[in-house]
Nanobody, 117 residues
């Protein structure tokens, strides 16, 4: 059974930092591309950052220079370090694991991030 469990969300003031973690089980973590998506109220889910099995990263323009995605294959965990947070970063953040060539796609349950003073 595949599980992706996010942690590290919460309430933070503008300009603050948070680090999200996503622990995976039930998959061979090292061969999966991993990503973080977010969904704000009334908006569509959007890609925030992704990292391939080889470590190549890409980011949404809105978070470039502020967020960093990384992975630790020994711990089956992907991280999202979020700095200089803005109120518009408020959303539920979802962890995703994917192997597109074989049509495998898994999601975590989501972690709420609220940026407010």
């Amino acid at each position: 059974q595949v599980q992706l469990v996010e942690s590290g969300g919460g309430l933070v003031q503008p300009g603050g930092s948070l680090r999200l973690s996503c622990a995976a089980s039930g998959i061979i973590f090292s061969i999966y591309a991993m990503g973080w998506y977010r969904q704000a109220p009334g908006k569509q889910r959007e890609l925030v950052a992704a990292i391939t099995s080889r470590g190549t990263t890409n980011y949404a323009d809105s978070v470039k220079g502020r967020f960093t995605i990384s992975r630790d294959n020994a711990k089956n965990t992907v991280y999202l370090q979020m700095n200089s947070l803005k109120p518009e970063d408020t959303a539920v953040y979802y962890c995703n694991s994917r192997r597109m060539l074989v049509g495998l796609d898994y999601w975590g349950q989501g972690a709420q991030v609220t940026v407010s003073s």
